[in-house]
């Protein structure tokens, strides 16, 4: 019993001496910049959290990192900037900037997209003192901010969706890659393809965003529909869904696919089989290896970059 006793006091040491290196590891990782003003907007402050990759040692400048502009879901109305599953992208050489935006029970459809775009400009203004390469700049998000990034990163700069918050309206808003997982891409056809509780969530999450139903919106629920703004130029697209997705058809994705399709331009679109509304499934270490490599081809980053 003796031995037993003294075997266990020597894991216990071993464990309490493992901890603090593993925070050290962990913190060494990035660095973590909380709370930074991006725009103000009637006196509202938005936010966005940056998440850097360390620059480690040697003697040299940093280098620049190409950035994933992170976009929360919660039905458009709920939801923070908090909420990143993909941080694990930060270990593969991403920098993450997770964005707050006006949720739509405070202002309605297209604030969220003006928002989105002002964070886009700001960091692309302030890219050297962050450290972050404006040439690579990808948009993701996950459910309706997987809608809310596509939609962002499609429409043109031309458009009534760029809008004027901030004070970097000389800066561009454009991006060079999207990842959507389990986004919305057609506000006119989603309900008619919606589970009964996914009508439960859609028809008052819609009502709220554009301040009525898409039937009785249909100009403004075409503006607020990413497959209508597919071009030519559009980025190079992944879409992540579930094919059991009981709050957002996964019709939705494969309509966006086609659109990408008829329009020639690259899309990938990968259907988890069994997949619900999230789940480790979609954040797994090896889906993010998928999103890495996707990302690496399409904002041409050499895969021995750390």
Sequence with gaps: MAGIRKI??????VLCLATPFAHKDLAMAETVRKEIVYADVDGRKL???LYVPHAGSGGHPPAPVPVIVWVHGGAWRSGSRSDVPIRGLIQRGFAIASVDY????????????????????????NASDFRLDAS???????SAGGHLAALSGLSDQKSELEGRVGDALDESSEVHAIVSF?????????????????LSVRVPALEL????????????ARLASPVAHVNLQSPPLLLIHGDEDPQMPVDQSYELQMAYDRAGVPVQLTVISGGRHGGPEFFSDSRLDEVTVFLQRHLKISQDQP
């Design 8 to 13: 266990r006091l020597f894991v216990l040491m």
């Design 47 to 49: 936010l966005l959290d």
């Design 102 to 125: 006006r949720l739509s029970t405070v202002a309605r459809f297209p604030a969220q997209v003006h928002d989105i775009r002002a964070a886009i400009r700001f960091l692309r203004r």
């Design 136 to 142: 690579r700049f990808a948009l993701g998000g996950v």
């Design 182 to 198: 389990f986004g919305a891409s057609n506000l006119q056809t989603i309900l008619s393809q919606s589970t009964p509780h996914g």
């Design 209 to 220: 965003l554009l301040g009525g139903q898409p039937a009785a919106l249909p100009d403004l």
